[in-house]
Nanobody, 113 residues
Framework: QVRLVESGGGLVQAGGSLRLSCTASGSVLSFSVMGWYRQAPGKEREFVAA??????TKYGDSVKGRFTISRDVTRNWYLRMDSLKPEDTGVYYCMSKSGYDYWGQGTQVTVSS
């Protein structure tokens, strides 16, 4: 059993920054992929960023150059979000893969114009 918990969401003005964190706990010691998705009201869940076990990172087109995914030596990973735009508003979910897909409960990010 794996539990993912996000933190760091909140309200920020356009142009500002936020840093999201995801902490994993449970029986799985490592993940092949760790990432972030988001869902805006009335829209489908959207890929934001991922980091693979070898360190390769990938980003959604809408966040390239503004968001940075990173991880530490434990089972934590982060999403640094700079130059935030109102269209970045949504619930941000962390996810991971280790045979199965695991998801957090989400954290709200609201960017005001």
């Amino acid at each position: 059993q794996v539990r993912l918990v996000e933190s760091g969401g909140g309200l920020v003005q356009a142009g500002g920054s936020l840093r999201l964190s995801c902490t994993a706990s449970g029986s799985v010691l490592s993940f092949s992929v760790m990432g972030w998705y988001r869902q805006a009201p009335g829209k489908e869940r959207e890929f934001v960023a991922a980091i693979y076990s070898g360190g390769i990172t990938k980003y959604g087109d809408s966040v390239k150059g503004r968001f940075t995914i990173s991880r530490d030596v434990t089972r934590n990973w982060y999403l640094r979000m700079d130059s935030l735009k109102p269209e970045d508003t949504g619930v941000y979910y962390c996810m991971s893969k280790s045979g199965y897909d695991y998801w957090g409960q989400g954290t709200q990010v609201t960017v005001s114009s």
